[in-house]
């Protein structure tokens, strides 16, 4: 995914920040495990989360060792240790990021994501074959969200619609167990913030290329990034305020056992704080490092 769901690392308690660690280094040595070393590249802060959240809704025992790390290997890090769920999950990450190269190419992007298709083609398929019903259901995201492109949608909530929907059922499909309703609505509003997120990130590179983006389709008046944000900033809070209101409002009636300040963080402050920035920004963000 894309690296918007991530802690506030100045509320993050010490113990939370090593086992957040933890869930990184997890999914990365899994990955590792699994399709090999170049593949490790795909490990993000948002399937971090989602790792964090799948394991405490699921009861599942958090094993965490000491080892050390193929860029560092002088430090020992604590590491998640590989179980069912975490193949599950970098399972359906490969697949996200391998459709996402493929969304790359359709929009022209040229070189960079042929580049990262080719290098993951052979773990999507090792992925894809073991795990289809994740891969049929990111290929039905897929399909709808360029249908809303193709028709130019105006409205910023339908067109987040496609990939929300995806996160919605994400978890069930990564489980193999239908899940409660707040458990759908958070990953419903945490994939909405992701994608409208990332969209406004990109508006301004989507100006130039001449890419469909739901805050050019919806207000249109681009001159830059600066003045875009400043015209249309009730707006944008709006929007933004709603998916993090919802999200919390979805996260605060879940029970949690494990993770729930690790979570609570990440929901509660660094969404919020991942707003500002983005409102505050005249040029898009750059890639952040917990």
């Not at 509320?11 to 593949?39: M, W």
């Not at 996260?251 to 509660?268: D, E, G, P, W």
Request: with cysteine; hydrophobic share 40%; net charge positive.
């Amino acid at each position: 995914m894309y690296g918007y769901v991530v802690p506030l690392k100045s509320t993050l308690n010490a113990s939370d920040f090593v086992l957040y660690r933890s869930f990184y280094c997890g999914i990365c040595c899994q990955t590792g495990k699994l399709y090999g070393q170049a593949p490790r590249f795909t490990t993000n802060y948002d399937f971090t989360f989602l790792t964090a959240l799948l394991h405490d809704y699921a009861s599942h025992d958090i094993v965490i060792e000491e080892h050390k790390c193929i860029l560092n290997a002088v430090t020992k890090k604590a590491v998640l240790q590989p179980n069912p769920l975490l193949e599950r999950i970098a399972a359906a990450n490969i697949m996200l990021a391998y459709q996402k190269a493929n969304d790359g190419v359709d929009d022209g992007d040229g070189l960079k994501y042929r580049v990262v298709r080719r290098m993951l083609k052979r773990s999507f398929r090792s992925a894809k074959n073991a795990y289809p019903d994740i891969w049929n259901a990111i290929q039905a995201q897929y399909k709808a969200q360029r249908d809303i492109e193709k028709r130019n949608v105006n409205s910023v909530d339908r067109a987040a619609d496609a990939f929300a929907s995806l996160m919605r059922e994400l978890p069930s499909l990564i489980l193999g167990v239908q899940t409660d309703d707040n458990l759908k609505s958070l990953c419903y509003n945490v994939g909405k913030f992701v994608y409208l997120a990332d969209a406004l990130d990109d508006v301004a590179d989507d100006f130039k290329h001449k890419r469909y983006n739901p805050f050019l389709a919806a207000y249109g008046d681009f001159r830059d990034r600066k003045s875009f944000i400043a015209a249309h900033i009730k707006d944008l809070e709006f929007c933004f305020a709603a998916c993090c209101g919802r999200a919390a409002q979805s996260f605060y009636a879940m029970r949690f056992t494990q993770s729930y300040s690790l979570l609570k963080n990440i929901v509660c402050d660094g969404m919020p704080e991942k707003v500002k920035q983005l409102l505050g920004s005249d040029k898009k963000l750059k890639p952040p490092r917990i």
